[in-house]
């Protein structure tokens, strides 16, 4: 029995020194099998979610109808709100997607951008939503006007060219706080390269008190193979028509023109049609 007992703890020191300790429940066959099982489970979990995840990535890229083209103007505000002249500039919403022009410095009540912004505009978005803001230097933008915008039948049942001031509201109350002039169009012809980008959500200003949150356009970059449009108004023949075009409508700004015979792809006869239609 001794002897038993002695070979015994000398396996156990042979087993020992060279394979090291067993882990605790080595020999616990239950513990085992319920640890492997949950492995497959997290396993199985984990790839149903990534199946899911791919499932769902078409639908991260909100679909579109056409492309909207904005032209903001200008505008007429009933109050310069500070001590100097007011820097204003517009933030505009077309669905998820936010845009922002240039700041007109010292514009005060009569700020001018004449920017064309252009965008896809998702399936039933027939509003657009304007806010003018006031451009500081050592505190947050001062939101002086707003405004829900309805993007006019016409432009997209007909594909016409609409030019309108459109009333804000603002500081002043409901509707009174002026006017900004706008020119829309819409095309249902997009490019190909014009693939709308991924958007993710990131802290924008406050307004009523609320945090709101704005997309980022993601950057991706263009195909190499494929060639960016060109500008019709920078086209050759585009000055000489422009300048026929401004002297049937003197009374009309030229930036005016120049955005409504750039949405209509450089063509005269329609861009004449379309300042016509306008003029009515």
């Given at each position: 029995?001794?002897?038993?007992?002695?070979?015994?703890?000398?396996?156990?020191?042979?087993?020992?020194?060279?394979?090291?300790?067993?882990?605790?429940?080595?020999?616990?066959?239950?513990?085992?099998?319920a640890?492997?099982?949950?492995?497959?489970?997290?396993?199985?979990?984990?790839?149903?979610l990534?199946?899911?995840?791919m499932?769902n990535?078409?639908?991260?890229?909100?679909?579109?109808?056409?492309?909207?083209s904005?032209?903001?103007?200008?505008?007429?505000?009933?109050?310069?709100?500070?001590?100097?002249?007011?820097?204003?500039?517009?933030?505009?919403?077309?669905?998820?997607?936010?845009?922002?022009?240039?700041?007109?410095?010292?514009?005060?009540?009569?700020?001018?951008?004449?920017k064309?912004?252009?965008?896809?505009?998702?399936?039933?978005v027939?509003?657009?939503?304007?806010?003018?803001?006031?451009e500081?230097?050592?505190?947050?933008?001062?939101?002086?006007?707003?405004?829900?915008?309805?993007?006019?039948?016409q432009?997209?049942?007909?594909?016409?060219?609409?030019?309108?001031?459109?009333?804000?509201?603002?500081?002043?109350?409901?509707?009174?706080?002026?006017?900004?002039?706008?020119?829309?169009?819409?095309?249902?012809?997009?490019?190909?390269?014009?693939?709308?980008?991924?958007?993710?959500?990131?802290?924008?200003?406050?307004?009523?008190?609320?945090?709101q949150?704005?997309?980022v356009?993601?950057?991706?970059?263009?195909?190499?193979?494929?060639?960016?449009?060109?500008?019709?108004?920078?086209?050759?023949?585009?000055?000489?028509?422009?300048?026929?075009?401004?002297e049937?409508?003197?009374?009309?700004?030229?930036?005016?023109?120049?955005?409504?015979?750039?949405?209509?792809?450089?063509?005269?006869?329609?861009?004449?049609?379309?300042?016509?239609?306008?003029?009515?």
């Open positions: 029995m001794e002897t038993e007992t002695r070979s015994d703890l000398y396996e156990e020191w042979k087993r020992r020194a060279f394979l090291g300790p067993l882990p605790q429940g080595f020999l616990r066959l239950e513990e085992r099998n640890q492997q099982q949950q492995e497959a489970a997290d396993q199985q979990a984990a790839l149903a990534h199946q899911l995840q499932q990535m078409p639908a991260m890229h909100e679909a579109h109808v056409g492309r909207l904005v032209t903001i103007v200008q505008a007429r505000l009933v109050k310069n709100y500070g001590m100097t002249r007011m820097d204003p500039y517009v933030r505009l919403r077309v669905g998820h997607a936010v845009y922002e022009t240039h700041t007109c410095s010292n514009g005060a009540r009569n700020p001018h951008w004449n064309v912004i252009q965008s896809y505009l998702p399936p039933g027939t509003q657009i939503y304007v806010e003018i803001y006031d500081c230097s050592f505190v947050m933008d001062e939101l002086i006007a707003w405004g829900h915008i309805e993007i006019p039948p432009v997209l049942q007909k594909g016409e060219t609409h030019e309108d001031w459109y009333i804000l509201s603002g500081k002043q109350g409901e509707n009174q706080e002026g006017m900004i002039n706008l020119v829309f169009s819409y095309t249902t012809k997009c490019h190909p390269y014009m693939s709308a980008p991924p958007v993710m959500m990131v802290p924008s200003s406050t307004m009523f008190g609320m945090t949150y704005a997309p356009n993601v950057y991706t970059a263009p195909p190499t193979a494929v060639v960016p449009p060109v500008v019709p108004s920078t086209l050759p023949n585009a000055e000489v028509e422009l300048k026929q075009i401004s049937m409508f003197p009374n009309m700004d030229k930036d005016v023109i120049k955005s409504v015979y750039d949405a209509n792809h450089g063509k005269k006869d329609i861009t004449i049609n379309s300042l016509l239609q306008m003029c009515e």
